[in-house]
């Protein structure tokens, strides 16, 4: 399966995004699926995970409260949304799919290209 992101961009803190990650097959429904992202100078990091039949949701502490994952499996597209955005949510953001979550976290095996979210104070 390949994986393409898309709706990052410049939003002013306090402000909304929702980020698209489109599958290529149906197999999309059977992996679990998530979203990471790397800020500039820092390794990138676990944001978002969701399990196959969208009945569980793991966050990172960063984000929850603020972000939401959700996935369409009749579209093949993974979505987060972004609420409350900070400056420190800037970041590229990658979505990922996966056979496995551990400790609350999305075991990625499927990576796709990022796209960038810019919060300005």
């Known amino acids: 399966v390949q994986l393409q992101a898309s709706g990052g961009g410049l939003v002013q803190a306090g402000g909304s995004l929702r980020l698209s990650c489109a599958a290529s097959e149906r197999t999309f429904s059977r992996y679990h699926m998530g979203w990471f992202r790397q800020a500039p100078g820092k390794e990138r990091e676990f944001v978002a995970a969701?399990?196959?039949?969208?009945?569980?949701?793991y966050y990172a502490d960063s984000v929850k409260g603020r972000f939401t994952i959700s996935r369409d499996n009749a579209k093949n597209t993974l979505y987060l949304q972004m609420n409350t955005l900070e400056p420190e949510d800037t970041a590229v953001y990658y979505c990922a799919a996966g056979s496995s979550i551990v400790g609350g976290a999305l075991g990625p095996s499927i990576w796709g290209q990022g796209t960038l979210v810019t919060v300005s104070s």
């Open positions: 969701l399990a196959w039949s969208g009945g569980s949701t």
